[in-house]
């Protein structure tokens, strides 16, 4: 056989091979808390949750699925408002609290008695605040950089997080106000990920677009403030990931976040930024898988 023939071949068993893992997964919709919510679903085994964060929906797994069905039942949800679900209203509640309660909703409907939890940023917190409120339900926890800023403390180092994200804040109010879909995505990217819209696919960019309303509130609605007391009462196996091109707030709440956290295992990934599962996917699946196989 010739090379040409053993590369039709080749490509043959890839097509097949990518057909088979498309065809495993299961997309879906479940009731909770009164809205339907879009899930993924894909392998068998333990249960393994993924919540994106700010921005995205459930696609955002889109290279950690396939990795982590290999031998964990993963499901991953789009939260509250986020695409394909329905878009808010004006009587649309995206906090937190609300949130969790969705997370705790979802699990009796699909009839978990517990899962492990991986959390990306806005959705860290809110993996964070149902660990605190539903402990049982949680076998471990994984933490992508939370948006739990309410662990740091007075230093002039917590200080300066403090300040760098009300510059944030302020940006990011005017970008909303714009009404410029592209400008509020830029201006968060330009902060969490710099240089990644510029490389992003058409399929990363649809996305983002997808979920600027849902972003919105999620930027805009009350957080509870997570201590780092709060954090000191979850036993349960902890792994926190950082990006070291991530804004220098951002690591240092992850830090923080595992040092409140008896026994968290803190993974700091090189290059990679706060859209780790994107920009270095690999790194950060080894980090998980390494972690869920000891815990």
């Not at 921005?55 to 889109?62: I, L, M, P, Q, T």
């Not at 968290?264 to 090189?270: D, E, L, Q, S, T």
């Not at 706060?274 to 815990?295: C, G, I, K, P, Y």
């Amino acid at each position: 056989m010739g090379n040409i023939g053993r590369r039709i071949i080749l490509t043959i068993f890839t097509l097949v091979a990518v057909y088979l893992s498309w065809s495993d997964a299961k997309t879906g919709k479940i009731n909770a808390n009164g809205l339907s919510l879009a899930f993924e679903e894909e392998g068998a085994g333990q249960p393994l949750i993924l919540i994106h964060g700010s921005v995205s929906d459930y696609r955002e797994w889109s290279e950690q699925i396939p990795a982590f069905a290999r031998n964990y039942r993963v499901i991953a949800v789009s939260r509250r408002y986020h695409w394909p679900n329905a878009v808010p209203d004006s009587n649309a509640d995206a906090s937190v609290e609300r949130q969790t309660e969705d997370l705790a909703a979802m699990m009796r409907e699909l009839n978990l008695p517990s899962a492990n939890i991986i959390g990306h940023s806005f959705g860290g917190l809110i993996a964070l605040n149902f660990a605190l409120h539903y402990p049982k339900l949680v076998r471990s926890l994984i933490l992508a950089e939370p948006g739990a800023s309410g662990v740091l403390g007075n230093s002039p180092a917590d200080n300066s997080v403090t300040k760098e994200a009300q510059t944030v804040r302020a940006e990011m109010k005017e970008a909303f106000a714009s009404g410029d879909s592209e400008r509020i995505v830029r201006t968060y990217a330009n902060h969490v990920a710099p240089g990644e819209f510029e490389k992003a696919t058409p399929q990363l960019r649809q996305m983002l677009f997808a979920n600027v309303a849902a972003f919105q509130l999620d930027f805009t609605s009350p957080r509870p403030t997570f201590t780092c007391d709060d954090a000191r009462k979850i036993a349960i196996p902890v792994l926190v990931i950082s990006g070291d091109h991530s804004p220098k707030g951002l690591q240092q709440i992850a830090q923080a976040v595992a040092g409140c956290i008896k026994n968290a295992k803190f993974v700091r990934i090189p290059e990679a930024t706060h859209w780790m599962q994107h920009d270095h996917a690999e790194a950060f699946n080894r980090a998980v898988l390494a972690f869920l196989n000891r815990s």
